[in-house]
Protein backbone atom coordinates (compact mmCIF):
# COMPACT_ATOMS: atom_id res chain seq x y z
CA UNK A 1 0.00 0.00 0.00
CA UNK A 2 1.31 3.76 -0.88
CA UNK A 3 1.84 5.77 1.97
CA UNK A 4 1.03 8.60 -0.28
CA UNK A 5 -2.75 9.86 0.52
CA UNK A 6 -4.95 12.43 -1.64
CA UNK A 7 -7.17 14.69 -0.85
CA UNK A 8 -10.74 14.95 -1.74
CA UNK A 9 -10.27 17.64 -2.85
CA UNK A 10 -7.65 16.24 -5.54
CA UNK A 11 -10.67 14.29 -7.29
CA UNK A 12 -14.03 15.77 -6.64
CA UNK A 13 -15.32 17.42 -9.31
CA UNK A 14 -15.38 21.19 -9.86
CA UNK A 15 -18.95 22.47 -7.80
CA UNK A 16 -21.61 22.87 -9.72
CA UNK A 17 -23.41 26.92 -10.08
CA UNK A 18 -26.43 27.95 -10.78
CA UNK A 19 -26.80 31.38 -12.20
CA UNK A 20 -28.35 33.42 -10.91
CA UNK A 21 -31.86 34.56 -12.97
CA UNK A 22 -33.67 37.33 -12.76
CA UNK A 23 -36.02 39.49 -14.79
CA UNK A 24 -37.22 43.44 -15.41
CA UNK A 25 -40.43 44.90 -15.23
CA UNK A 26 -42.28 47.49 -15.97
CA UNK A 27 -45.21 49.45 -13.85
CA UNK A 28 -48.69 48.82 -15.39
CA UNK A 29 -49.30 52.32 -16.99
CA UNK A 30 -53.53 50.90 -16.18
CA UNK A 31 -55.48 48.34 -14.40
CA UNK A 32 -55.81 46.12 -18.12
CA UNK A 33 -52.08 46.23 -18.49
CA UNK A 34 -51.63 45.42 -14.42
CA UNK A 35 -54.22 42.08 -15.45
CA UNK A 36 -51.59 41.33 -18.52
CA UNK A 37 -48.44 41.47 -16.04
CA UNK A 38 -49.82 39.31 -13.41
CA UNK A 39 -50.39 36.44 -15.72
CA UNK A 40 -46.63 37.19 -16.85
CA UNK A 41 -45.53 37.29 -13.56
CA UNK A 42 -47.07 33.59 -12.71
CA UNK A 43 -45.49 32.68 -15.76
CA UNK A 44 -42.09 34.05 -15.15
CA UNK A 45 -41.95 32.90 -11.47
CA UNK A 46 -42.68 29.04 -12.44
CA UNK A 47 -38.29 29.68 -13.59
CA UNK A 48 -38.00 30.31 -9.71
CA UNK A 49 -35.88 33.18 -10.29
CA UNK A 50 -34.05 34.74 -8.08
CA UNK A 51 -35.68 38.48 -8.26
CA UNK A 52 -37.51 40.34 -10.13
CA UNK A 53 -36.35 44.33 -10.83
CA UNK A 54 -39.28 46.87 -10.64
CA UNK A 55 -38.64 49.96 -12.69
CA UNK A 56 -39.64 53.50 -11.82
CA UNK A 57 -39.53 56.62 -13.98
CA UNK A 58 -37.05 59.73 -12.48
CA UNK A 59 -38.60 61.57 -9.47
CA UNK A 60 -40.50 58.54 -8.83
CA UNK A 61 -43.31 59.76 -11.02
CA UNK A 62 -45.29 56.63 -11.27
CA UNK A 63 -44.59 55.76 -7.88
CA UNK A 64 -48.12 54.60 -7.06
CA UNK A 65 -47.48 52.04 -9.63
CA UNK A 66 -44.28 51.17 -8.83
CA UNK A 67 -45.67 50.17 -5.18
CA UNK A 68 -49.12 48.63 -6.90
CA UNK A 69 -46.41 46.04 -8.61
CA UNK A 70 -43.76 45.57 -5.55
CA UNK A 71 -47.23 45.20 -2.86
CA UNK A 72 -48.08 42.25 -5.75
CA UNK A 73 -45.10 40.63 -5.51
CA UNK A 74 -44.28 40.45 -1.85
CA UNK A 75 -47.82 39.72 -1.15
CA UNK A 76 -49.21 37.43 -3.94
CA UNK A 77 -45.94 35.39 -5.37
CA UNK A 78 -42.83 33.90 -3.59
CA UNK A 79 -40.68 36.16 -5.60
CA UNK A 80 -38.20 39.12 -4.11
CA UNK A 81 -38.58 42.72 -6.14
CA UNK A 82 -35.81 45.13 -6.34
CA UNK A 83 -36.87 48.45 -6.88
CA UNK A 84 -35.44 50.48 -8.68
CA UNK A 85 -35.00 54.04 -6.94
CA UNK A 86 -33.71 56.86 -9.40
CA UNK A 87 -31.93 60.13 -8.00
CA UNK A 88 -32.83 62.50 -10.66
CA UNK A 89 -36.10 64.42 -9.79
CA UNK A 90 -36.18 63.70 -6.06
CA UNK A 91 -34.53 65.09 -3.39
CA UNK A 92 -32.72 63.74 -0.69
CA UNK A 93 -36.22 64.03 1.83
CA UNK A 94 -38.04 62.49 -0.70
CA UNK A 95 -35.44 59.54 -1.62
CA UNK A 96 -35.49 59.06 1.73
CA UNK A 97 -39.25 58.49 2.67
CA UNK A 98 -39.70 56.12 -0.75
CA UNK A 99 -36.72 54.20 0.69
CA UNK A 100 -38.63 53.70 4.34
CA UNK A 101 -41.98 53.28 2.85
CA UNK A 102 -39.83 50.28 0.74
CA UNK A 103 -38.27 49.08 3.79
CA UNK A 104 -41.75 49.21 5.91
CA UNK A 105 -43.05 47.15 3.13
CA UNK A 106 -40.85 44.17 3.33
CA UNK A 107 -38.48 45.48 0.19
CA UNK A 108 -34.93 44.32 1.01
CA UNK A 109 -33.41 44.86 -2.71
CA UNK A 110 -32.56 48.22 -4.44
CA UNK A 111 -31.58 49.14 -7.59
CA UNK A 112 -29.75 52.52 -6.86
CA UNK A 113 -29.46 53.96 -9.96
CA UNK A 114 -29.29 58.38 -11.33
CA UNK A 115 -31.82 57.69 -13.85
CA UNK A 116 -31.56 58.54 -17.47
CA UNK A 117 -31.98 62.44 -18.02
CA UNK A 118 -34.81 63.60 -20.94
CA UNK A 119 -33.26 65.77 -23.40
CA UNK A 120 -32.09 69.73 -22.40
CA UNK A 121 -32.83 68.62 -18.55
CA UNK A 122 -31.13 70.58 -15.80
CA UNK A 123 -31.18 68.60 -13.00
CA UNK A 124 -32.05 71.14 -9.15
CA UNK A 125 -29.59 71.65 -6.79
CA UNK A 126 -30.80 69.35 -4.22
CA UNK A 127 -31.40 66.42 -6.74
CA UNK A 128 -28.65 63.18 -6.26
CA UNK A 129 -27.00 63.44 -9.45
CA UNK A 130 -24.71 60.53 -9.73
CA UNK A 131 -26.09 56.91 -8.57
CA UNK A 132 -23.26 56.48 -5.91
CA UNK A 133 -25.19 59.18 -3.73
CA UNK A 134 -28.39 56.95 -3.61
CA UNK A 135 -26.18 53.81 -2.41
CA UNK A 136 -25.30 55.92 0.29
CA UNK A 137 -28.32 57.45 1.47
CA UNK A 138 -29.70 53.91 1.37
CA UNK A 139 -27.17 52.62 3.47
CA UNK A 140 -27.23 55.07 6.26
CA UNK A 141 -31.04 54.97 6.20
CA UNK A 142 -30.41 51.04 6.78
CA UNK A 143 -27.86 51.81 9.44
CA UNK A 144 -30.45 53.74 11.65
CA UNK A 145 -33.14 51.27 11.19
CA UNK A 146 -31.22 47.93 11.92
CA UNK A 147 -33.57 46.99 14.89
CA UNK A 148 -36.30 46.59 12.16
CA UNK A 149 -34.04 44.85 9.58
CA UNK A 150 -32.69 42.39 12.88
CA UNK A 151 -29.48 44.03 11.62
CA UNK A 152 -29.54 42.37 8.70
CA UNK A 153 -28.52 44.45 4.98
CA UNK A 154 -30.39 45.99 2.48
CA UNK A 155 -29.16 44.15 -0.87
CA UNK A 156 -27.99 46.95 -3.29
CA UNK A 157 -27.43 46.96 -7.26
CA UNK A 158 -26.28 49.73 -9.84
CA UNK A 159 -26.10 50.14 -13.27
CA UNK A 160 -22.66 49.07 -15.29
CA UNK A 161 -22.58 50.27 -18.78
CA UNK A 162 -20.40 47.65 -21.12
CA UNK A 163 -20.50 50.26 -24.28
CA UNK A 164 -19.73 53.98 -22.97
CA UNK A 165 -22.26 55.67 -20.89
CA UNK A 166 -23.62 58.23 -23.13
CA UNK A 167 -22.37 61.46 -20.97
CA UNK A 168 -19.05 59.76 -19.87
CA UNK A 169 -15.80 61.31 -21.29
CA UNK A 170 -14.65 57.62 -21.62
CA UNK A 171 -14.87 54.00 -20.85
CA UNK A 172 -12.41 54.24 -18.23
CA UNK A 173 -14.16 57.42 -16.42
CA UNK A 174 -17.34 54.56 -16.35
CA UNK A 175 -15.01 51.83 -14.84
CA UNK A 176 -14.24 54.50 -12.28
CA UNK A 177 -17.66 55.17 -11.46
CA UNK A 178 -18.70 51.56 -10.94
CA UNK A 179 -15.73 51.27 -8.43
CA UNK A 180 -16.94 54.11 -6.74
CA UNK A 181 -20.65 52.99 -5.98
CA UNK A 182 -18.87 49.61 -4.89
CA UNK A 183 -17.10 51.64 -2.21
CA UNK A 184 -20.13 53.54 -1.27
CA UNK A 185 -21.79 50.21 -0.50
CA UNK A 186 -23.37 49.03 -3.40
CA UNK A 187 -23.18 44.70 -3.66
CA UNK A 188 -23.51 44.02 -7.31
CA UNK A 189 -23.98 45.50 -10.99
CA UNK A 190 -26.18 44.66 -13.81
CA UNK A 191 -25.53 45.99 -16.96
CA UNK A 192 -27.20 47.95 -19.93
CA UNK A 193 -27.92 45.86 -22.89
CA UNK A 194 -25.14 45.10 -25.31
CA UNK A 195 -25.13 42.06 -28.08
CA UNK A 196 -21.36 41.18 -28.13
CA UNK A 197 -20.12 39.00 -25.50
CA UNK A 198 -16.47 40.14 -26.03
CA UNK A 199 -17.85 43.66 -24.61
CA UNK A 200 -18.97 42.43 -21.62
CA UNK A 201 -15.98 40.54 -21.18
CA UNK A 202 -13.93 43.33 -21.85
CA UNK A 203 -16.16 45.45 -19.05
CA UNK A 204 -15.28 42.37 -16.01
CA UNK A 205 -11.71 42.21 -16.91
CA UNK A 206 -11.26 46.45 -17.19
CA UNK A 207 -13.03 46.62 -13.70
CA UNK A 208 -11.39 43.32 -12.11
CA UNK A 209 -7.95 45.29 -12.90
CA UNK A 210 -9.27 48.41 -11.48
CA UNK A 211 -9.97 46.71 -7.92
CA UNK A 212 -13.80 45.78 -8.27
CA UNK A 213 -14.78 42.63 -6.48
CA UNK A 214 -18.56 42.89 -6.89
CA UNK A 215 -20.78 40.35 -9.23
CA UNK A 216 -20.87 42.48 -12.54
CA UNK A 217 -24.34 40.55 -14.18
CA UNK A 218 -25.13 40.79 -17.69
CA UNK A 219 -28.25 42.32 -18.75
CA UNK A 220 -30.10 40.96 -21.92
CA UNK A 221 -32.68 41.41 -24.01
CA UNK A 222 -34.76 39.09 -25.95
CA UNK A 223 -33.37 39.82 -29.49
CA UNK A 224 -36.51 39.32 -31.00
CA UNK A 225 -38.18 42.74 -32.27
CA UNK A 226 -36.13 44.82 -34.73
CA UNK A 227 -38.72 47.95 -34.27
CA UNK A 228 -37.60 47.73 -30.46
CA UNK A 229 -34.02 46.79 -31.07
CA UNK A 230 -33.85 50.44 -32.96
CA UNK A 231 -35.83 52.31 -30.48
CA UNK A 232 -33.40 50.79 -27.71
CA UNK A 233 -30.68 52.37 -30.02
CA UNK A 234 -32.28 55.86 -30.38
CA UNK A 235 -32.50 55.57 -26.56
CA UNK A 236 -29.35 54.14 -25.44
CA UNK A 237 -26.78 55.02 -28.04
CA UNK A 238 -26.57 50.42 -28.38
CA UNK A 239 -27.17 49.41 -31.47
CA UNK A 240 -27.93 45.85 -32.12
CA UNK A 241 -25.63 44.15 -35.14
CA UNK A 242 -26.73 45.27 -38.87
CA UNK A 243 -27.05 41.17 -39.71
CA UNK A 244 -29.37 39.94 -36.76
CA UNK A 245 -31.68 43.63 -37.71
CA UNK A 246 -31.51 42.15 -41.82
CA UNK A 247 -32.20 38.92 -40.85
CA UNK A 248 -35.25 39.69 -38.40
CA UNK A 249 -36.64 41.87 -41.06
CA UNK A 250 -36.38 39.59 -43.79
CA UNK A 251 -37.92 36.81 -41.96
CA UNK A 252 -41.27 35.27 -43.98
CA UNK A 253 -43.25 34.94 -40.72
CA UNK A 254 -43.46 35.76 -36.83
CA UNK A 255 -42.24 32.62 -35.91
CA UNK A 256 -39.54 32.67 -38.19
CA UNK A 257 -38.53 35.94 -36.79
CA UNK A 258 -38.89 34.55 -32.82
CA UNK A 259 -36.80 31.59 -33.77
CA UNK A 260 -34.00 34.06 -35.02
CA UNK A 261 -34.22 36.12 -32.41
CA UNK A 262 -34.22 33.78 -29.79
CA UNK A 263 -31.28 31.83 -30.98
CA UNK A 264 -29.42 35.08 -31.25
CA UNK A 265 -30.02 35.90 -27.79
CA UNK A 266 -29.18 31.76 -26.70
CA UNK A 267 -25.86 32.25 -27.93
CA UNK A 268 -24.90 35.46 -26.66
CA UNK A 269 -25.90 33.74 -23.29
CA UNK A 270 -24.04 31.23 -23.59
CA UNK A 271 -21.21 33.04 -24.20
CA UNK A 272 -20.98 35.05 -21.65
CA UNK A 273 -22.19 32.44 -19.04
CA UNK A 274 -18.69 29.96 -20.42
CA UNK A 275 -16.59 33.17 -20.21
CA UNK A 276 -17.83 33.26 -16.11
CA UNK A 277 -20.98 35.27 -15.56
CA UNK A 278 -22.30 35.21 -12.70
CA UNK A 279 -26.07 35.41 -13.59
CA UNK A 280 -28.69 36.53 -16.04
CA UNK A 281 -30.89 39.47 -15.99
CA UNK A 282 -33.24 39.39 -18.67
CA UNK A 283 -35.01 42.30 -19.87
CA UNK A 284 -38.94 41.70 -20.64
CA UNK A 285 -40.63 44.30 -21.81
CA UNK A 286 -43.28 42.87 -19.67
CA UNK A 287 -43.42 40.16 -21.77
CA UNK A 288 -42.44 36.49 -20.64
CA UNK A 289 -43.15 34.30 -24.75
CA UNK A 290 -40.15 36.02 -25.45
CA UNK A 291 -37.99 34.94 -22.02
CA UNK A 292 -39.12 31.82 -21.54
CA UNK A 293 -38.12 30.81 -25.20
CA UNK A 294 -34.37 31.89 -24.35
CA UNK A 295 -35.19 29.78 -20.67
CA UNK A 296 -35.99 26.94 -22.36
CA UNK A 297 -32.44 26.65 -25.23
CA UNK A 298 -30.12 27.31 -21.97
CA UNK A 299 -28.61 25.01 -19.42
CA UNK A 300 -28.50 27.24 -16.44
CA UNK A 301 -26.98 24.12 -14.16
CA UNK A 302 -23.27 25.18 -15.83
CA UNK A 303 -20.30 23.90 -14.76
CA UNK A 304 -17.88 27.06 -13.14
CA UNK A 305 -16.04 28.31 -15.87
CA UNK A 306 -12.46 30.15 -16.36
CA UNK A 307 -13.03 33.84 -16.56
CA UNK A 308 -11.11 34.89 -13.47
CA UNK A 309 -13.12 37.44 -11.04
CA UNK A 310 -16.11 37.55 -13.16
CA UNK A 311 -18.51 35.96 -10.53
Known sequence: MSLATSSVLDVAPPLRRRPALSYELFPA????????????????????????????????????????????????????????????GSTREELAHVVSALLDRGVRGVLALRGDAPPDYQPDEEEFPFGRYVVELIREIEASRSALLAAGRVAIGVAA???????????????????????????FAITQVFFDPAVYTDLVRRARRAGLRMPIIPGVI???????????????????????????????????????GVRFTVDLVRAVL?????????????????ALDVLDSLDLDRWSSSLEGAA
Open 29 to 88: RSDAHFVALQETITHLEATQPDYVSVTSRIGQQNLNRVLELTDHVLSCTRLRPLVHLTGL
Open 161 to 187: YPHRHPESPSRQHDIEVLVSKERSGAD
Open 222 to 260: PAVDPHRLRRLAELSGVEAPRDLLHALDSAESEAERRRI
Open 274 to 290: DEGAPGLHLFTFNRHAE
